[in-house]
């Protein structure tokens, strides 16, 4: 089984870390783990054509657009489950995230019935960034497992808070079990 999650935070900070105690839980329950990081991607915005759409229509199910998301669809169409990180900018998720979900039009279809989560970190309120990956999920039909957030205004002051690592535990472990009897071939 492979847990890739993604990263959608600009910088290396409370966002990242939460995403990687995620992932040494759902590593120690046996899954394949990687870490993808928006922000050491090139990621052009989607220029809304949709030619790469997938599905009845007959297109191609390509993108015109040559950057790295041409490595991060099949890394994604691997995985049989995903775990998604977002700082909160302005109540919502962050551009980059937003950016990242707009280019994965190629194969949204074909990830039906994989298993997904969310962390969150914000300086005073979590908003609607949650909400923002849960419509994405729902859209994409992804089995939404769970969430765990945060507020901190410093990096690194994730680390500190009481209770946040055993909930990033509890994540991994809860988005891990049970793949086993259903792995994406």
């Known amino acids: 089984m492979k847990v890739l999650a993604i990263c959608g935070s600009?910088?290396?900070?409370?966002?990242?870390?939460m995403l990687r105690k995620v992932l040494e839980s759902a590593h120690a329950e046996g899954a394949d783990t990687e870490l993808m990081l928006l922000r050491d991607r090139?990621?052009?915005?989607?220029?809304?054509?949709?030619?790469c759409e997938v599905g009845p229509s007959g297109r191609p199910g390509?993108?015109?657009i040559k950057?790295?998301?041409e490595s991060v669809l099949p890394k994604m169409l691997a995985a049989d489950a995903f775990v998604f990180g977002t700082p909160v900018y302005f109540y919502m998720l962050s551009g980059c995230m937003k950016n990242f979900m707009d280019r994965t039009i190629p194969i949204w279809p074909l990830l039906k019935g994989r298993?997904?989560?969310?962390?969150?970190?914000?300086?005073d309120t979590?908003?609607?960034?949650?909400?923002?990956?849960?419509?994405y999920s729902d859209l994409l039909q992804l089995e939404w497992v769970g969430e765990v957030t945060a507020l901190a205004r410093e990096p690194g002051e994730v680390a500190g808070k009481s209770g946040v690592t055993e909930m990033?535990?509890?994540?991994?472990?809860?988005l891990v079990r049970?793949?086993?009897?259903?792995?994406?071939?």
Do not use: F
């Open 10 to 17: 600009p910088r290396e900070g409370n966002t990242e870390w």
């Open 42 to 51: 090139d990621i052009k915005p989607c220029n809304g054509c949709m030619t």
């Open 62 to 64: 390509t993108c015109v």
């Open 67 to 69: 950057d790295d998301m």
């Open 115 to 123: 298993r997904a989560a969310g962390v969150a970190v914000a300086e």
């Open 126 to 135: 979590i908003g609607r960034a949650v909400d923002n990956l849960k419509t």
């Open 168 to 174: 990033l535990v509890g994540l991994g472990r809860k």
């Open 178 to 185: 049970g793949l086993e009897t259903w792995c994406i071939p």
